[in-house]
T-cell receptor, first 115, second 109 residues
Framework: NAGVMQNPRHLVRRRGQEARLRCSPM?????VYWYRQLPEEGLKFMVYLQKENIIDESGMPKERFSAEFPKEGPSILRIQQVVRGDSAAYFC?????????????FGPGTRLTVT | SQQGEEDPQALSIQEGENATMNCSYK?????LQWYRQNSGRGLVHLILIRSNEREKHSGRLRVTLDTSKKSSSLLITASRAADTASYFC?????????FGAGTRLTVKP
């Protein structure tokens, strides 16, 4: 049973370009969470999605950031017109339909560097 | 994949009591972090302790780190019903972050 997969693991973008980060949840999981981690800081919640539905996006910046979790395929976190301050590690986690706090599994993260 | 292991898996206490949760890990780390999760919500970062620190406080939270034993503890003093949640430790080693499976804390009023 493969774990949560994220790709790419490392992404370099120039200022103004778009960044697309993908997260494939564990098999059977229909809930996905995205987090951002700045260097030497803890994870900050961004968004919580179920298939085709955004449940909680209270942690998402209002502009340039969007997330989706389509019926088929991975969840995508999209950052438009990236700026240097977007450089961070982005983690996703998935959990099964029956929510349980101990059942959240994390991916290895995508490290975004904006030059 | 998970690295940290929390202990116990579940803890039930009365309001006003202290709650202690432990986390053990396997590899050398840069820092260790504790998170809280309420049911159906995302993780909330509580506290980060660096590998050269032994103890850290934040409000009613006290975290210790023993790198020789590769273990950390989270103490919540004077617990409240609102502290009911799951608590996770996460280790950060050379930009590789791993989470434990969590301790589910129930504080009864």
């Amino acid at each position: 049973n493969a774990g949560v997969m994220q790709n790419p693991r490392h992404l370099v973008r120039r200022r103004g370009q778009e960044a697309r980060l993908r997260c494939s949840p564990m098999k059977g999981h229909s809930h996905v969470y995205w987090y951002r981690q700045l260097p030497e800081e803890g994870l900050k919640f961004m968004v919580y999605l179920q298939k085709e539905n955004i449940i909680d996006e209270s942690g998402m910046p209002k502009e340039r950031f969007s997330a989706e979790f389509p019926k088929e395929g991975p969840s995508i976190l999209r950052i438009q017109q990236v700026v240097r301050g977007d450089s961070a590690a982005y983690f996703c986690a998935s959990s099964p339909p029956r929510l349980g706090a101990s059942e959240q599994y994390f991916g290895p993260g995508t490290r975004l560097t904006v030059t | 994949s998970q690295q940290g292991e929390e202990d116990p898996q579940a803890l039930s206490i009365q309001e006003g009591e202290n709650a202690t949760m432990n986390c053990s890990y396997k590899t050398s780390i840069n820092n260790l972090q504790w998170y809280r999760q309420n049911s159906g919500r995302g993780l909330v970062h509580l506290i980060l302790i660096r590998s050269n620190e032994r103890e850290k406080h934040s409000g009613r939270l006290r975290v210790t780190l023993d790198t020789s034993k590769k273990s950390s503890s989270l103490l919540i003093t004077a617990s409240r019903a609102a502290d009911t949640a799951s608590y996770f430790c996460a280790t950060d080693a050379n930009n590789d972050m791993r989470f434990g499976a969590g301790t589910r804390l129930t504080v009864k009023p």
